[in-house]
């Protein structure tokens, strides 16, 4: 029912930048939360920020002040804007979002992305 697909991962340099876009598609009423996340091999997967229908954020302790998470409703799409990057943020990053399918009365689903690599190289 929801589609939910990544891009703009790659390969750069430390101290680099990197821009993450996550379009959602399919059948649904209204998006609620959306989120990143990040995994790094042979780590759980870990939160990166979080963005909500009003545009608050969260952010991960480590990378506040680098990273900024926004939302197009138009489009339902969300971005990562990834700054001064690191060789520690080097992971699969994916996209995750809470949706209402039907209705705004019903609990919200989530689904994932596919996920998109980002390395950086030191």
């Known amino acids: 029912q929801v589609q939910l697909v990544e891009s703009g991962g790659g390969l750069v340099q430390a101290g680099g930048s990197l821009r993450l876009s996550c379009v959602a598609s399919?059948?649904?009423?209204?998006?609620?939360?959306m989120a990143w996340y990040r995994q790094a091999p042979g780590k759980q997967r870990t939160l990166v920020a979080t963005?909500?229908?009003?545009?608050?954020?969260n952010y991960a302790d480590s990378v506040k002040g680098r990273f900024t998470v926004s939302r197009d409703n138009n489009k339902n799409t969300v971005y990562l804007d990834m700054n001064i990057l690191k060789p520690e943020d080097t992971a699969v990053y994916y996209c995750?979002?809470?949706?209402?399918?039907?209705?705004?009365?019903?609990?919200?689903?989530?689904?994932w992305g596919q996920g998109t690599q980002v390395t950086v190289s030191s």
């Open positions: 963005i909500s229908t009003a545009n608050s954020t």
């Open positions: 995750q979002g809470n949706f209402h399918i039907t209705n705004s009365y019903t609990l919200p689903r989530s689904y």
């Open positions: 399919g059948r649904f009423f209204s998006i609620v939360t």
